[in-house]
Every structure is written in structure tokens, then in C-alpha cells.
T-cell receptor, first 113, second 117 residues
Framework: GDSVTQMEGPVTLSEEAFLTINCTYT??????LFWYVQYPGEGLQLLLK?????DKGSNKGFEATYRKETTSFHLEKGSVQVSDSAVYFC????????????FGSGTRLLVRP | EAEVAQSPRYKITEKSQAVAFWCDPI?????LYWYRQILGQGPELLVQ????????DSQLPKDRFSAERLKGVDSTLKIQPAELGDSAMYLC???????????????FGPGTRLTVT
């Protein structure tokens, strides 16, 4: 079935370092891809999305490109801040009969001053 | 900015007791989702409503879990009896999504953290 695999965390970086969180997916069709962020004690917030191959989603300095050939949607940021510390979830969405989001297991990011 | 509301934010209950969670989606959102998120994992869909109808409840443990959305607006998720393994975050999300549109982005509430002792 459809699934999402993320790199295991925690990822620990110093402030202003470059961030990459890997995400790959398996899907029978052509999914839309999302990154959500979850701050401690809160629900999930949509960070960015891409709906077709080669689309680049971007928001708040974060970017991810939908790579169909490698079935990947890696999250990147050029310079992380302490406030970026959170758990990041990659997810795919299939517009079939159920309109269901399928999440990866999440990657915890810790940014130190 | 409109938000998905959930209550309570935290709930502690003893096993074998009944517990209920409430969700009020963003106004006008036709689709409502309940997810369960076990600590250290991603959310997993329990049940999905389109207006007042259940679209997908294939992962809902129906022997103890029930969900309703009687007027197609707010929703209640109930567990009876609660078990130790039900300790988790219960998230509600909503979206505009209807079959004839592509407005399928899901907006999440803050969640209810359930602890079963």
C-alpha cells in the first residue's frame, strides 16, 4: 500500500546550519505531497505542499521539490533558527475514494543556539 | 484566522471508563477527520466524515470506539471502555474537500492528550 518513509531523528543542528530532512514515498498513483510541522503540545500545521512532479513548495524559508524519478520530497532550509525546533512530518495525499493523508513517522529537529 | 477547536486539551481517565472528545471544524468545511497519534509516531486516520456521513472508518476499533457528526458540523469521538493502549493524542482535522473541488488541504486542531491509567 501507499506509504511514507522519513529519516529517523533526532536531527541536532547549530543555529544557522543547513537542514535536510529526507522523505521518500511509495504510491500506486500520483499523490500530492506535504510537509507538516508540530510544535510541542500543539497540533499539526501545514508547512508546504506540492501537487505534481517538479513542483517546489516553499514557506518560511523551507523548501521541498517533488521528485517523481526518485519518489522523494526532501525538506531543506538554508539557515535554521532555534524557533524551528519541532517535529516535521512528511505526508502524501491520494485523491482516490477516501481523500486520506498518509504520514511518515516524523523527524524531530533540535536547533541549539 | 479560523481554527479547528478541540476539547478537552488533556484528559486523564482510568481504564474501563468512558471518555469523549469534541471537535468543531472550520466553518464551511465539509470533511472532518479524527486521527490518533501515538507518541513518537505519525497520525493515523481513525474516521473520516463527509458532511454527516462516514466515508472511511476502516481503522476505527468499532468494539470500543464510536464517532458521530449528527448535523454535519461538530463531531464527538467516544471510547468505551478505555484501555491502557488508548493513551495517545487525538487530533481532529477539517478540509473543504468535496468531490467536485480540489480544496483538500487539512487543517488540524490542537489535539486532546489522553492518558489512561
Amino acid at each position: 500500500g501507499d506509504s511514507v518513509t522519513q529519516m529517523e531523528g533526532p536531527v541536532t543542528l547549530s543555529e544557522e546550519a543547513f537542514l535536510t530532512i529526507n522523505c521518500t514515498y511509495t504510491a500506486t498513483g500520483y499523490p500530492s505531497l506535504f510537509w507538516y510541522v508540530q510544535y510541542p503540545g500543539e497540533g499539526l500545521q501545514l508547512l508546504l505542499k506540492a501537487t505534481k512532479a517538479d513542483d517546489k513548495g516553499s514557506n518560511k524559508g523551507f523548501e521541498a521539490t517533488y521528485r517523481k524519478e526518485t519518489t522523494s520530497f526532501h525538506l531543506e532550509k538554508g539557515s535554521v533558527q532555534v524557533s524551528d525546533s519541532a517535529v516535521y512530518f512528511c505526508a502524501l495525499f491520494m485523491m482516490d475514494s477516501s481523500y486520506k493523508l498518509i504520514f511518515g513517522s516524523g523527524t524531530r529537529l533540535l536547533v541549539r543556539p | 484566522e479560523a481554527e479547528v477547536a478541540q476539547s478537552p486539551r488533556y484528559k486523564i481517565t482510568e481504564k474501563s471508563q468512558a471518555v469523549a472528545f469534541w471537535c468543531d471544524p472550520i466553518s464551511g468545511h465539509a470533511t472532518l477527520y479524527w486521527y490518533r497519534q501515538i507518541l513518537g509516531q505519525g497520525p493515523e486516520l481513525l474516521v473520516q466524515f463527509q458532511d454527516e456521513s462516514v466515508v472511511d472508518d476502516s481503522q476505527l476499533p468499532k468494539d470500543r470506539f464510536s464517532a458521530e457528526r449528527l448535523k454535519g458540523v461538530d463531531s464527538t469521538l467516544k471510547i468505551q471502555p478505555a484501555e491502557l493502549g488508548d493513551s495517545a493524542m487525538y487530533l481532529c482535522a477539517s478540509s473543504l474537500a468535496r468531490r467536485e473541488t480540489s480544496s483538500y488541504e487539512q487543517y488540524f486542531g490542537p489535539g486532546t492528550r489522553l492518558t489512561v491509567t
